[in-house]
Structures are given as C-alpha cells and as structure tokens.
C-alpha cells in the first residue's frame, strides 16, 4: 500500500504561458499576445493581496496557442486566456483569494480553436 499525497506544497500554484515563437509560426504564441505583462502583473498582484501561498510561475507552452494568452491554475486545473491587467486582476480576487471562477475567461477542455469557430459559425 502507498503512503497517502503530502499535503499541497502551495495551495493554488499558477503557470502562465510566456512561450515565444517566430512571428510567422501558425499557432502563434503568447508572447505576442502580451504575456509575460499579465503574468507579471498577476506575480505583483498576488503579492500585494498577501497570497504567500500561492505561486506564480512562467511557463513554456501550454499547447493551447490559439487561445493564448493562456494559463492554468492547480490543483483544479481550471484554464484562463486573459486578455488584459484587469482580466488578472479578476482571476486574482475571484478565484486565487476567493475560490471563485471568471466563467467568462475559462478555457474549456472541448472548447473548439478560435478559426474552428469562426468555420463552424460560418457553415451554419
Ligand atoms: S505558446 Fe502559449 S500555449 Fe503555446
């Protein structure tokens, strides 16, 4: 028999995608979607609201590109693609401090690539 998980190390532990790639790459990336602003507006807002327990880090990609700017908050594995400082702002109070969820800025694990939508809204 194993022995049980320890305990969380950081209660919500956020990775935000700052992955750069050629400007001409399909998928594009984060970066160039002003990523590595917003997460490092989300490390200091965190910060200011005390959330010692909490941590912000960089990532590579994420493999949802098309989203981006993306991010992804454990243990609940719920995804964000912010847009803007007070689209972090909003995920820092309503779900980092307050266990909440931004429904409108959620990813969804079925949620069809941006072209993909426009394709399907266009065929209908
Ligand atoms: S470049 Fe950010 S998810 Fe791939």
């Known amino acids: 028999?194993?022995?049980?998980?320890?305990?969380?190390?950081?209660?919500?532990?956020?990775?935000?995608?700052?992955?750069?790639?050629?400007?001409?790459?399909?998928?594009?990336?984060?970066?160039?979607?002003?990523?590595?602003?917003?997460?490092?507006?989300?490390?200091?807002?965190?910060k200011q609201r005390g959330l010692t327990d909490v941590r912000i880090n960089a990532s590579q990609c994420l493999d949802r590109c098309e989203f981006g700017p993306t991010m992804v908050i454990y243990p609940e594995g719920v995804w964000y693609a912010p847009r803007t400082v007070a689209d972090v702002d909003e995920i820092v109070e309503t779900h980092l401090v307050n266990g909440g969820r931004v429904e409108r800025l959620m990813l969804m694990p079925d949620q069809p690539l941006p072209d993909q939508g426009a394709e399907a809204a266009a065929a209908s």
Do not use: E, I, Q, W
Request: aromatic residues 6%; charged residues 25%; positive net charge.
């Open 1 to 46: 028999m194993s022995r049980p998980d320890p305990p969380l190390y950081y209660r919500a532990h956020v990775f935000c995608c700052v992955n750069t790639r050629a400007p001409d790459h399909p998928r594009g990336c984060c970066s160039a979607r002003d990523s590595v602003r917003l997460r490092a507006h989300m490390k200091a807002r965190a």
